[in-house]
C-alpha cells in the first residue's frame, strides 16, 4: 500500500500541517522537527505526490520561459544560453524551477493553455502577437522580453530606433563614410519591407533618422 501523509505525520508524532512544512516550507517547523520528519520519511520510503501537491495547493513552484521557436532553434544562439543561466541563477536563488517551452506544431495556444507553472517570461512576441492575449486568458503573470514597448505589459527591451540611431550618428561624426550594416537574413532598401523583423525594421528606422539629420540622404546607398 502506498504510505501517505498521514502514516508519516503518525509515525513522526506531528501534524500533517508540519509535514507539508518540511517538503514545501520548511522555515516553517524547527530544524529538529524538519530532520526528524525527513529521517522517518526515508526510513518508510515516503515521497509526496507531486500533482496532488499542486493541485491542493495550485502553486508549482515553476517559472515557464517561452521560446519563439524550437528549442533546438533557439538554443543555437549564445544570447539565448546567457540568458537561461541569469533566469536559471534566480531561479535556483529562489526555489523554483525552470522549464523551456516551444510551440507545439508551431501552435502556442496548446503550449500555454497546458503549461503547469506560476509565471512566464516571453522570449521576441510584440506587441500585437496572440501570446499575450493567450496568457492574458489565463491571468498568470508574465515578463515580456525583446517584445517591443507596450503599456499592456511588463517589458524588458532595447530602444532599437534610439540605440541604432546613435551609434549611426557617433561613426559619421567621427568621420566615417563607407558604413556597412550586417545582418543575419538579407535586407530589403524599404523600411516597410514585409521581409524583415520588426526589430531589423527599428534598426534601419534609427540608421536612417541618422542619415537624414546629417543631411546625407543622397549618400543613403552608401549605407543600405
Same mark, same amino acid.
Do not use: W
Given at each position: 500500500?502506498?504510505?501517505?501523509?498521514k502514516d508519516l505525520a503518525e509515525k513522526a508524532g506531528v501534524s500533517k500541517t508540519a509535514v507539508s512544512f518540511? /517538503?514545501?516550507?520548511?522555515?516553517?517547523?524547527?530544524?529538529?522537527?524538519?530532520?526528524?520528519?525527513?529521517?522517518?520519511?526515508?526510513?518508510?520510503?515516503?515521497?509526496?505526490?507531486?500533482?496532488?501537491?499542486?493541485?491542493?495547493?495550485?502553486?508549482?513552484? !515553476?517559472?515557464?520561459?517561452?521560446?519563439?521557436?524550437?528549442?533546438?532553434? !533557439?538554443?543555437?544562439?549564445?544570447?539565448?544560453?546567457? &540568458?537561461?543561466?541569469?533566469?536559471?541563477?534566480?531561479?535556483?536563488?529562489?526555489?523554483?524551477?525552470?522549464?523551456?517551452? *516551444?510551440?507545439?506544431?508551431?501552435?502556442?495556444?496548446? !503550449?500555454?493553455?497546458?503549461?503547469?507553472?506560476?509565471?512566464?517570461?516571453?522570449?521576441?512576441?510584440? $506587441?500585437?502577437?496572440?501570446? =499575450?492575449?493567450?496568457?492574458?486568458?489565463?491571468?498568470?503573470?508574465?515578463?515580456?522580453?525583446? $517584445?517591443?514597448? *507596450?503599456?499592456?505589459? !511588463?517589458?524588458?527591451?532595447?530602444?532599437?530606433?534610439?540605440?541604432?540611431?546613435?551609434?549611426?550618428? =557617433?561613426?559619421?561624426?567621427?568621420?566615417?563614410?563607407?558604413?556597412? /550594416?550586417?545582418?543575419?537574413?538579407?535586407?530589403?532598401?524599404?523600411?516597410?519591407?514585409?521581409?524583415?523583423?520588426?526589430?531589423?525594421?527599428?534598426?534601419?528606422?534609427? @540608421?536612417?533618422?541618422?542619415?537624414?539629420?546629417?543631411? &546625407?540622404? =543622397?549618400? @543613403?546607398?552608401?549605407? /543600405?
Amino acid at each position: 500500500m502506498k504510505i501517505t501523509i498521514k502514516d508519516l505525520a503518525e509515525k513522526a508524532g506531528v501534524s500533517k500541517t508540519a509535514v507539508s512544512f518540511a /517538503f514545501n516550507n520548511p522555515k516553517r517547523i524547527s530544524k529538529e522537527t524538519y530532520d526528524r520528519i525527513m529521517s522517518i520519511a526515508r526510513e518508510i520510503g515516503y515521497s509526496p505526490d507531486p500533482v496532488a501537491r499542486i493541485l491542493a495547493t495550485r502553486i508549482t513552484q !515553476t517559472i515557464a520561459l517561452l521560446l519563439p521557436q524550437t528549442i533546438t532553434e !533557439t538554443l543555437e544562439s549564445p544570447y539565448i544560453a546567457e &540568458m537561461i543561466r541569469g533566469i536559471g541563477s534566480i531561479c535556483e536563488e529562489k526555489g523554483l524551477a525552470l522549464t523551456l517551452l *516551444s510551440p507545439q506544431e508551431g501552435i502556442f495556444t496548446h !503550449t500555454i493553455q497546458n503549461a503547469a507553472v506560476d509565471g512566464m517570461i516571453i522570449l521576441g512576441f510584440d $506587441a500585437d502577437s496572440e501570446v =499575450h492575449e493567450l496568457i492574458g486568458q489565463r491571468k498568470m503573470p508574465y515578463v515580456a522580453v525583446d $517584445a517591443g514597448i *507596450s503599456d499592456n505589459y !511588463t517589458t524588458l527591451t532595447i530602444d532599437e530606433v534610439a540605440i541604432s540611431e546613435e551609434m549611426m550618428d =557617433h561613426l559619421i561624426e567621427n568621420g566615417h563614410k563607407k558604413i556597412c /550594416f550586417g545582418s543575419l537574413k538579407a535586407l530589403s532598401r524599404s523600411l516597410s519591407s514585409s521581409d524583415k523583423s520588426k526589430t531589423m525594421e527599428a534598426r534601419l528606422k534609427g @540608421i536612417y533618422n541618422s542619415v537624414q539629420k546629417h543631411n &546625407m540622404e =543622397h549618400d @543613403i546607398d552608401q549605407y /543600405f
